[in-house]
């Protein structure tokens, strides 16, 4: 998964957010992510593979849960509050969780605020992948 900041600007998507960033990435303290796209390994650039596909949105629902996974840990699960979707180019969505975020997320971060995996040189373009949303239900 990657994520994004300014999901709903008129333009292509946001910019991709590869460290940590308040109302971008899950943040302690915040309650709102945005996410550029899910599949990992496969470059957000690509237009045949921008964006988060319709069916994982569609399960995105209020009274949900998502959780956050990276290298064998998990998250506590959060409650959706409210998902919102940017359909202009891709699919690119923004959750807000019930309450905020608490300390655990910090999970996808590396000591730098660096989100997920490093780069693998050669391949990836550049983007920082590992990091996964479970959706569960109540």
Same mark, same amino acid.
Do not use: W
């Given at each position: 998964?990657?994520? +994004? ?9 946001? +910019? @991709? ?10 943040? +302690? ?5 945005? &996410?550029?796209? *899910?599949? $990992? ?7 045949? #593979? @921008? ?19 990276? #290298?064998? $840990? ?6 959706? $509050?409210? !998902?919102? !979707?940017?359909?202009? =180019?891709? +699919?690119?969505?923004?959750? %807000? &969780?019930?309450? *905020?975020?608490? /300390? /655990?997320?910090? &999970? %996808?971060? =590396?000591? =730098?605020?660096? !989100? ?14 590992? !990091?996964?949303? *479970? %959706? @569960?239900?109540?």
């Amino acid at each position: 998964m990657l994520f +994004t900041s300014g999901y709903n600007l008129d333009t292509s998507g946001g +910019t @991709l957010t590869q460290t940590k960033t308040e109302n971008c990435t899950p943040v +302690t303290n915040y309650s709102k992510i945005q &996410i550029k796209r *899910s599949n $990992k390994a496969n470059d957000p650039d690509d237009d045949n #593979n @921008l964006g988060v596909p319709n069916n994982l949105v569609n399960e995105l629902i209020p009274g949900r849960f998502i959780r956050f996974d990276f #290298n064998g $840990k998990e998250s506590q699960p959060y409650e959706i $509050k409210s !998902v919102g !979707v940017n359909r202009e =180019d891709s +699919t690119e969505i923004e959750i %807000i &969780i019930k309450d *905020s975020f608490n /300390d /655990d997320v910090n &999970i %996808i971060y =590396d000591r =730098d605020g660096n !989100v997920g995996n490093p780069p693998i040189p050669g391949h990836s373009h550049g983007y920082r992948f590992g !990091v996964r949303i *479970s %959706i @569960l239900e109540k």
